[in-house]
């Protein structure tokens, strides 16, 4: 049995629907899992005509019949935004749809009824236009489900790293780097990459300032709250090693394979490396929610939105990955 990825949309206005298209044109999709759109018909249509593709969309009613049709582009149709909205736009409208994308999709993952939840791009700015006021897709994911301790992991090319913190400033990142934190972040990295496939996750975790400190001579967070975290991890029985300079961790990770992951303190740390090994295939998994989230990592391109050029590479390398933990998660389900 092949698990059901619900793909929302994301802004209607940029590239989102687009590269669902591109994606669900291949058959390697179709041969592992079931997908399902949740989000508009017509703009769904709207872009099979841009791609050219030579499939179809259809409405759907039953989740549970859906996805098994390479061809057909099954969609759960909210009906929520204009047949003539504008291209790379910010719209208060497209904002607007695009949450309900996700909130409906969240509702089926918390019953189960779909495996894995593979989102397309928003805006935040035309998220918040439309009245939603998050940072974005991390934060809205976490308030539908009831989480507050969730974190944020990027796969790309040879390398995944898992964050500390996200969407806040970097003076306040530094504050909120804590042993608990740490620890919290690393138990959620062996647990989602063995869902992963990976039975014992070597785990890296880099330090916080030039160095890792320097024993205090650079900041004395790296010893004080990173170091005792990377103890109790391995006390816990985990394969952790750190604080390891930041400035070579990833040269070790992505290019010496010595790591499997490597746990960052703070957004641009793990993002820069990520888009710089792979930025056309990189994947943004949001770990510590009660359902597996998988995502491109890459923003909406009003640019090129309605073009047909978008690459549909990440977008296809979510839907793969949120099918392979969707299959170890729910391993007794899907025999």
């Known amino acids: 049995m092949k698990p059901i990825l619900g793909i929302t949309m994301g802004d209607a206005a940029g590239i989102g629907p687009e590269i669902i298209v591109k994606a669900l044109a291949s058959k390697e999709i179709y041969d592992i899992a079931r997908p399902v759109v ?17 499939v179809i969309g259809k409405s759907v009613q039953d989740i549970a019949a859906a996805g098994n049709t390479y061809g057909i582009i099954d969609i759960v149709d909210l009906d929520n935004v204009p047949a003539d909205l504008a291209f ?57 489900s009831g989480q507050k301790d969730y974190s944020m992991m990027l796969v790309g090319g040879a390398l995944k790293v898992i964050h500390v913190t996200t969407h806040v400033p970097l003076r306040k990142a530094c504050d909120l780097v804590k042993k608990d934190r740490v620890l919290r972040v690393i138990r959620l990295a062996d647990d989602t990459l063995k869902m992963m496939g990976i039975e014992k996750p070597r785990i890296a975790v880099a330090g916080l300032n030039p160095h890792s400190g320097e024993h205090g001579l650079f900041g004395t967070e790296d010893e004080l709250e990173i170091a005792p975290a990377v103890d109790a991890a391995k006390e816990m029985g985990m394969d952790v090693t750190g604080p390891v300079p930041p ?89």
């Open 247 to 335: 400035d070579t961790v990833f040269y070790q990770a992505a290019i010496r394979e010595r790591f499997d992951i490597v746990v960052v303190m703070y957004h641009d740390q793990g993002h820069i490396p990520i888009k710089v090994l792979g930025f056309e295939t990189g994947v943004n998994v949001t770990v510590g929610l009660p359902f597996i989230r998988t995502s491109v990592d890459h923003g909406t391109a009003f640019d090129i939105a309605g073009k047909g050029i978008a690459d549909g590479k990440s977008m296809t390398e979510s839907l793969l990955l949120g099918a392979q933990m969707a299959k170890v998660k729910f391993a007794n389900l899907l025999k």
């Open 88 to 144: 790379s736009q910010v719209d208060g409208q497209a904002g607007k749809a695009a949450y309900e994308y996700i909130e409906k999709a969240v509702g089926y993952a918390l019953k189960e009824e779909i495996h894995a939840i593979v989102t397309a791009p928003l805006n935040k700015e035309a998220l918040n236009l439309g009245g939603c006021r998050y940072p974005g897709h991390t934060e809205i994911l976490g308030a539908l």
């Open 38 to 54: 949740f989000g508009d018909k017509k703009i769904i249509e709207r872009a099979i005509a841009i791609v050219g593709a030579d």
